[in-house]
T-cell receptor, first 114, second 115 residues
Framework: GNSVTQMEGPVTLSEEAFLTINCTYT??????LFWYVQYPGEGLQLLLKATKADDKGSNKGFEATYRKETTSFHLEKGSVQVSDSAVYFC?????????????FGQGTRLTINP | DGGITQSPKYLFRKEGQNVTLSCEQNLNHDAMYWYRQDPGQGLRLIYY???????QKGDIAEGYSVSREKKESFPLTVTSAQKNPTAFYLCASKAAGRTFNSPLHFGNGTRLTVT
């Protein structure tokens, strides 16, 4: 079945450091890929998405490229800020038994220190 | 402002009691979802509803029930049959019938503690 695997957290970085959170997936067909972010005490918000191979999603300085050959959708940011501290979820939407279903990774907690 | 409201934010219950979590949306979305979030396990789908008066089981529906009598509302009941009910519960909605890739909109969650 469809599944998403993210790098284990927690991840702790200093402000202005480069960020990579790895995400790989297993899916049949051509899924769409998403990154969601969850700030403390809140629900999830869509951060970015990509709908086909080689698409790059970007938002708020974050980027992720849909790599079909490596089945990956790694999240990157060139210079993180304290306000980026949150839990990040990689997700895919694909066909499962005739229905569209969203499958989430386990989440990666990111802490940015000033 | 349009959005999804979950209430209450924190809920405490004794073991053996049923409890109902509220989810209301004013986004005019057709589809609504309930997820459970546990540390280190991501989100798991409990139930979802594509239209009023219809709903389907997700991956972990045992011990839960839902209703969808109104488009705006999708309450979740955690029954005494749920063996491990303490968790963070998230409600979400989506504009069904739109593109395949339209995102989910989430509420801020309800943290349920059963002792």
């Amino acid at each position: 079945g469809n599944s998403v695997t993210q790098m284990e957290g927690p991840v702790t970085l200093s402000e202005e450091a480069f960020l990579t959170i790895n995400c790989t997936y297993t899916a049949t067909g051509y899924p769409s890929l998403f990154w969601y972010v969850q700030y403390p005490g809140e629900g999830l918000q869509l951060l970015l998405k990509a709908t086909k191979a080689d698409d790059k999603g970007s938002n708020k300085g974050f980027e992720a490229t849909y790599r079909k050959e490596t089945t990956s959708f790694h999240l990157e940011k060139g210079s993180v800020q304290v306000s980026d501290s949150a839990v990040y979820f990689c997700a895919l939407r694909g066909q499962v038994q005739g229905a569209q279903k969203l499958v989430f990774g386990q989440g990666t907690r990111l802490t940015i220190n000033p | 402002d349009g959005g999804i409201t979950q209430s209450p934010k924190y809920l405490f219950r004794k073991e053996g009691q049923n409890v109902t979590l509220s989810c209301e949306q004013n986004l005019n979305h057709d589809a609504m979802y309930w997820y459970r979030q546990d540390p280190g396990q991501g989100l798991r789908l409990i139930y979802y509803s594509q239209i009023v008066n219809d709903f389907q089981k997700g991956d972990i529906a045992e011990g839960y029930s839902v209703s969808r009598e109104k488009k705006e509302s999708f309450p979740l009941t955690v029954t005494s049959a749920q063996k491990n009910p303490t968790a963070f519960y998230l409600c979400a909605s989506k504009a069904a019938g739109r593109t395949f890739n339209s995102p989910l909109h989430f509420g801020n969650g309800t943290r349920l503690t059963v002792t």
